[in-house]
């Protein structure tokens, strides 16, 4: 079964910017990826969506400051945020839409002065 590996992620003063990767084992060319994320003591969020096609789709908070994107040569799924805010601390995750491999052990995001 595909494996799918988050990483990235760090401690970031308020205004900063991190890319986060999302490397699977085997080829998700065809299939539709997402991020999520899980703030301590919440539900895990959607955050973003890219079809296999390239098509995006951004949670109506995030959209103006976070982009995903793909590599599918790599089977690599990418999400650039920028203007990072406190409230954007969370683990974040990747997944195929809809959601069909098991969850990786996410990446920390700590934005904080």
């Known amino acids: 079964q595909v494996q799918l590996v988050e990483s990235g992620g760090g401690l970031v003063q308020p205004g900063g910017s991190l890319k986060l990767s999302c490397a699977a084992s085997g080829s998700i060319s065809s299939n539709a990826m997402a991020w999520y994320r899980q703030a301590p003591g919440k539900q895990r969020d959607f955050v973003a969506v890219i079809t296999s096609a390239g098509g995006t789709h951004y949670a109506d908070s995030l959209k103006a400051r976070f982009t995903i994107s793909r590599d599918n040569a790599k089977n690599t799924v990418y999400l650039q945020m920028n203007s990072l805010k406190p409230e954007d601390t969370a683990v974040y995750y990747c997944?195929?839409?809809?959601?069909?491999?098991?969850w990786g052990q996410g990446t920390q995001v700590t934005v904080s002065s």
């Open positions: 997944n195929t839409v809809p959601i069909g491999i098991s």
